[in-house]
């Protein structure tokens, strides 16, 4: 019986909200590049994905959320999600305050915020991880 090993990537993704709207980086690389995604990207080596989710939204959009703070919305691993390949992310939810200033930074062109009824298309399954907190009763009427 011979077993095939598949190459895994662990990322972290965050949504981040405030009053009907969610924080979106127009990503400058690709795949995908010049679309609106959330916040995320690579959990390095000895850091937890909530770290990481910490770290990627204020590299990102200069928003800074204590690790803590961070709610998981979930896990996302369809396979297909990524057109590199395998990527499994654990998406978070982060309150934001309104009055929060916003830079884009490192991989994000721009950032902005889009009210929830009005968004862009989203890049990878970004669209499914918005889903899912829609979907927990409650969570965007923080």
Known sequence: MSETFETIRYTADVVAINTGRVLL???????HEGAWALPGGHVDAGETSRAAAARELAEETGVQVAAGDLRQIGVFDR?????????ITVAYLAAVPADTPIVAGDDARSARWWPLSALPPLAFDHADILHAVTAQSGLLND
Not at 25 to 31: A, L, T, Y
Not at 79 to 87: E, S, T
């Open 79 to 87: 396979p297909d999600r990524d057109p590199r390949g395998r990527y």
């Open 25 to 31: 980086i127009e990503r400058g690389w690709p795949p």
